[in-house]
């Protein structure tokens, strides 16, 4: 085992996708997830984020304008994950979807998360989601974290949307 720990501070600060068509993933970030666009080089990128930071995604053409989705069954990125600070912000996250139409892949309970699966424009995976607090999370009888996958009830998250 590696002796080293890295900070507990530390986090993953932003995710950069290669895309097909700008404006297409720019609608689908900012209009449907609700980002803002922050700065955008030309047709080429574009940077979005939420809260004012400089950006937590950036959009690029550089090397796949035009191109295909990746293909199953190949290495790469399986989904991005996007964290929202409360259940009421999740689930206007899954009115805003319905709304748009977009449909999603799989909706979960993870005991320490619940979660809404989804492609975006690009076919890259998509996981919005919200933590529960950490005293809620499930535990074994020997007090190690004991995740699942469960069915979210998406009426009841619903609900919850203002």
């Known amino acids: ?3 080293y720990t890295i900070p507990p501070q530390t986090h993953i600060g932003h995710v950069h996708l290669k895309v097909a068509d700008l404006e297409r993933a720019i609608q689908f970030y900012c209009e449907t997830l609700g980002f803002t666009l922050m700065q955008r080089m030309g047709s080429s990128a574009a940077f979005i984020s939420a809260g004012g930071y400089h950006h937590h995604i950036g959009l690029n053409t550089w090397e796949s304008a035009g191109g295909p989705p990746p293909p199953p069954g190949c290495t790469g990125l399986y989904h991005i994950a996007i964290l929202y600070p409360t259940r009421t912000d999740l ?14 892949e ?12 989804l492609r975006d424009p690009d076919g890259n995976g998509v996981e919005l989601y919200r ?19 469960r069915a979210l009830d998406l009426r009841a998250l619903l609900q919850e949307a203002s």
Do not use: F
């Open 1 to 3: 085992m590696n002796a």
């Open 91 to 104: 689930a206007n996250a899954l009115k805003r979807l319905v709304q748009a139409e977009i449909p999603l």
């Open 131 to 149: 933590d529960l607090p950490a005293e809620e999370w499930p535990r074994t009888p020997e007090g190690e974290l004991h995740m699942y996958t």
């Open 106 to 117: 799989g909706a979960a309970d993870h005991g320490v998360s619940e979660a809404l699966y």
